[in-house]
């Protein structure tokens, strides 16, 4: 799409509000979020000398955040187009425009998600696969209500293998959570920011940061169609 055609398109209910994300994904998104840091706090506070009672919180926390990410799976899978985080090696010679976020100098043009925010999404994706993992093995070693531990159930050298990843997967996490929120109070990304609160995103913003044939949003798609004949 040309500049040419966004300003025409522009013109015809700038304002209009479309939706990016359901409500179902706003208040997984937060709680996930929450998890988040709840793990991340317990993991390291204890480190730097804060007692508390951790261990239950951080395993609780770790249950939540594992249910979040099955219910994010699912929910992609089912009700969104999972095609839509799919990475195209043409893409990568839009590496250090899609930074800038200079939609004008791109020579693919994005769909719902840029390169940037899907390589984000598939490296925490590897990161939080490592952890759960690790963090249920570990939940062997730790009494509950639900089971009695077993700190025996693997091998000495293999408790060392799952808790260096558990480590480094966790260390990941602290720049990953800190470039996230940066870039969310970017004065160029709030648009994101508010479609994660609030749902939704202009018409404007939708056609200037978006190609409407890769990132087809129903309720607007004719209307879209009709302007751009």
């Avoid at 706003?26 to 317990?42: D, P, Q």
């Avoid at 010679?93 to 976020?101: C, Q, R, V």
């Avoid at 990304?189 to 018409?203: A, D, F, N, Q």
Wanted: hydrophobic share 45%; charged share 20%; glycine share 4%.
């Amino acid at each position: 799409m040309s500049s040419a055609d966004i300003e025409q398109d522009i013109v015809h209910a700038p304002e209009k509000r479309l939706t990016r994300h359901t409500l179902a994904t706003r208040l997984n998104h937060w709680l996930m979020a929450g998890s988040i840091l709840v793990l991340v706090f317990t993991s390291f506070l204890p480190i730097q000398g804060i007692k508390f009672a951790w261990v239950t919180i951080h395993w609780v926390a770790g249950l939540v955040f594992t249910t979040s990410i099955i219910f994010h799976t699912v929910y992609a899978l089912k009700c969104q187009d999972w095609r839509s985080m799919w990475v195209e090696l043409k893409e990568f010679s839009d590496l250090f425009s899609s930074m800038a976020g200079q939609l004008d100098k791109l020579k693919v043009s994005p769909g719902k998600y840029w390169l940037l925010q899907k390589l984000y999404h598939h490296i925490i994706t590897v990161f939080s696969i490592i952890v759960i993992v690790t963090g249920i093995l570990m939940m062997f070693k730790i009494d509950s209500p639900l089971w009695e531990r077993d700190p025996y159930f693997l091998s000495s050298e293999t408790w060392g293998y799952v808790y260096v990843l558990h480590g480094f997967a966790a260390l990941a996490f602290i720049p990953m959570v800190l470039m996230h929120i940066y870039f969310a109070f970017r004065p160029e990304k709030r648009h994101y920011t508010r479609s994660m609160i609030k749902g939704w995103v202009t018409k404007k913003e939708y056609l200037a940061y978006h190609d409407p044939e890769k990132w087809t949003i129903k309720q607007d798609h004719e209307d879209v169609k009709q302007e751009q004949e």
